[in-house]
């Protein structure tokens, strides 16, 4: 079992910046994918950014240029720095990792709320 605890979210005026962390109970990163995914109200979740275990990234159209996913392997978290913010990216952020050993494994965090508003 692996736990997943987000930080870090909070109200943000649009052009700003916040970092998102997740800590993972567990050492993982070389074995699981890791991604945050966001939803918005009445929206449908979706992936933001992720690292395969390998370290390879990937992030949504929406994102590029802007969120920056990174992870430490020593304190097991995985971050997400989101710059650039816009009314659009106001969304619950969740961590999620995954694997496709022991039989397939995928695990939540609780969710963080982001607001972009003036």
């Known amino acids: 079992q692996v736990q997943l605890v987000e930080s870090g979210g909070g109200l943000v005026q649009p052009g700003g910046s916040l970092r998102l962390s997740c800590a993972a109970s567990?050492?993982?990163?070389?074995?699981?994918?890791m991604g945050w995914y966001r939803q918005a109200p009445g929206k449908q979740r979706e992936l933001v950014a992720q690292?395969?275990?390998?370290?390879?990234?990937n992030y949504a159209d929406a994102v590029k240029g802007r969120f920056t996913i990174s992870r430490d392997s020593a304190k097991n978290t995985i971050d997400l720095q989101m710059n650039g913010l816009k009314s659009e990216d106001t969304a619950v952020y969740s961590c999620?990792?995954?694997?496709?050993?022991?039989?397939?494994?995928?695990?939540w965090g609780q969710g963080t709320q982001v607001t972009v508003s003036s």
């Open positions: 690292m395969l275990s390998s370290g390879s990234t």
């Open positions: 567990k050492s993982i990163f070389n074995i699981y994918t």
């Open positions: 999620n990792a995954r694997t496709t050993l022991f039989g397939g494994r995928n695990y």
